[in-house]
Structures are given as C-alpha cells and as structure tokens.
C-alpha cells in the first residue's frame, strides 16, 4: 500500500473527496464491483482510531483492494469511487 490522497483535516476525507472529485461513498460490494471498471478509481477511506485519523489510499488493482479489506481488519472504512484519472493524478500513481 502507498497510494494516497492528501486531503486537509484528520476526519471527513470521504466525503470531501466525493464533493471535491464529483465521486460516490459506497458500500463495500460496489466498490468491489467497481474495481472491474477500468474508469473508476476506487478509493479506501481507512479510520485509525488510536492515532484518530483518516488515510485514504488509492486501491489501484484487485491485490491493492484485497490488501485494504483483509480479513481481521477491523478498522472502520468507507469507500468513495472518482474517475481514474483523478485518483492516479491525485496520488501519483504512474501504473496502467
């Protein structure tokens, strides 16, 4: 994991990056299924409650997505798809 969308404040970051990118929050299955579409960027919005603060990583393949929801993870997460594009230009990821 190493992709990451720099958004100001420690919480909130899903929902800023769907109103700053046009994008949605969705549930976990879309975004799964959402990782099938080579537009969308899905982005995992990770709560770290010792350190209480969000990171919200670019999960640029199907390994990356599985990394973000293994199981036993038990920190709260929520999902936002945008545009591909904007999630590679907004972590620089150089992929694809």
Do not use: H, W
């Not at 799964?32 to 579409?37: E, F, G, R, S, V």
């Not at 973000?68 to 694809?96: C, H, M, W």
């Amino acid at each position: 994991m190493g992709y990451y969308i720099q958004i100001r404040g420690n919480t909130g970051k899903a929902k800023a990056i769907a109103e700053l990118y046009n994008g949605e929050i969705v549930n976990y299955q879309a975004a799964k299924l959402a990782m099938n579409d080579p537009t969308k960027g899905v982005i995992c919005v990770l709560y770290n409650p010792i350190m209480e603060f969000e990171a919200a990583g670019f999960c640029f393949s199907m390994a990356e997505f599985e990394e973000f929801t293994r199981p036993g993870d038990q920190r709260p997460k929520q999902f936002v798809i945008i545009s591909r594009e904007d999630a590679k230009r907004l972590t620089n990821y150089k992929g694809d």
